[in-house]
Antibody, heavy 120, light 108 residues
């Protein structure tokens, strides 16, 4: 079964770029049937979808973050990545990667999540 | 963007009792709704999709209903492992995909 695992720095300085990677195991990232998403959760708060990428390289971002977000995919490494620029304390959150079907938008499975703190 | 609203924010229920959680969409989403369970320190877990279809391995005590703008997640007899936060999510008009604010089910 497909498993996802986030990795990256747990601490980022304000104004810098947050960079995370999600590694996919147990299945193909090249499958045309899936989008590969990033979702975040501010401490003690709800869930916010950040955006997704597709194996072809196409992407879509939440309009609320679009100006600062880039999601990319490296099929050879079975990874997809998130870059969030010009971070502030408001970007402190647990970041999850997840898979969703192209034609149905529910998320399954999810990675375990990684806490990223923005602080100097 | 479709706004999802969950109620109540917190639900206090005794073990063995029935829990009923609500989710409302700001416009009709047909049956394009999923429910997730999240325990402290864990990622959300898919419970229900298409408003009423249980995901693989989800116990039968979890059931979903509704269509249009009003949806319900029912846990027929709460077990100790069911105390958690529950989120609904719409996938009718996307992107963006949007979640409700969550309902915390706590022990009464």
């Amino acid at each position: 079964q497909v498993q996802l695992q986030e990795s990256g720095p747990g601490l980022v300085k304000p104004s810098q770029t947050l960079s995370l990677t999600c590694t996919v195991s147990g299945g193909s990232i090249r499958s045309g049937g899936y989008y590969w998403s990033w979702i975040r959760q501010h401490p003690g708060k709800g869930l916010e979808w950040i955006g997704y990428t597709y194996y072809s390289g196409s992407t879509y971002y939440n309009p609320s973050l679009k100006s600062r977000v880039m999601i990319s995919l490296d099929a050879s490494k079975k990874q997809f990545s998130l870059r969030l620029s010009s971070v502030t304390a408001a970007d402190t959150a647990v970041y999850y990667c997840a898979r969703n079907l192209r034609h149905n938008g529910w998320f399954d499975p999810w990675g375990q999540g990684i806490l990223v703190i923005v602080s100097s | 963007e479709i706004v999802m609203t969950q109620s109540p924010a917190t639900l206090s229920v005794s073990q063995g009792e029935r829990a009923t959680l609500s989710c409302r969409a700001s416009q009709s989403i047909n049956s394009n709704l999923a429910w997730y369970q999240q325990k402290p320190g864990q990622a959300p877990r898919l419970l229900i999709y298409a408003a009423s279809t249980r995901a693989t391995g989800i116990p039968a005590r979890f059931s979903g209903s509704g269509s249009g703008t009003e949806f319900t997640l029912t846990i027929s007899s709460l077990q100790s492992e069911d105390f958690a936060v529950y989120y609904c999510q719409q996938y009718h008009n996307w992107p963006p995909l949007t979640f409700g604010g969550g309902t915390k089910v706590e022990i009464k």
